[in-house]
């Protein structure tokens, strides 16, 4: 009876530490969609950086601003920024008297 005893314990241990194939196959989506996540750039956190120029046209900016802008800040035509960093630039250059 003992014996019957100890193999009816092993398969419940055995039940319980064995994934069963419904588990193995959640684990291996997870892990799928894990490694596209990583693959895939991660389009919210990249911050997007434009031309001063395709900013001043996104935001309406007069073209005597940005003139200031570029002239305050020692900016070529071209020059490449996050929004925030353009935003900055030009109220620096706002403030700044010629």
Request: net charge positive; glycine share 2%.
């Amino acid at each position: 009876m003992s014996e019957l005893k100890e193999k009816k314990e092993r398969k419940e241990v055995e039940a319980q530490v064995t994934p069963t194939s419904q588990e193995i196959s959640e684990q291996h989506e997870e892990k799928k969609s894990e490694q596209q996540d990583i693959s895939k750039p991660n389009e919210q956190k990249q911050i997007e950086r434009k031309t001063i120029e395709q900013w001043a046209f996104d935001l309406r900016i007069p073209s005597w601003q940005l003139a200031a802008l570029k002239k305050a800040n020692n900016y070529a035509s071209g020059k490449s920024l996050t929004r925030s960093e353009f935003e900055t630039a030009l109220k620096n250059a706002m403030n700044k008297k010629f």
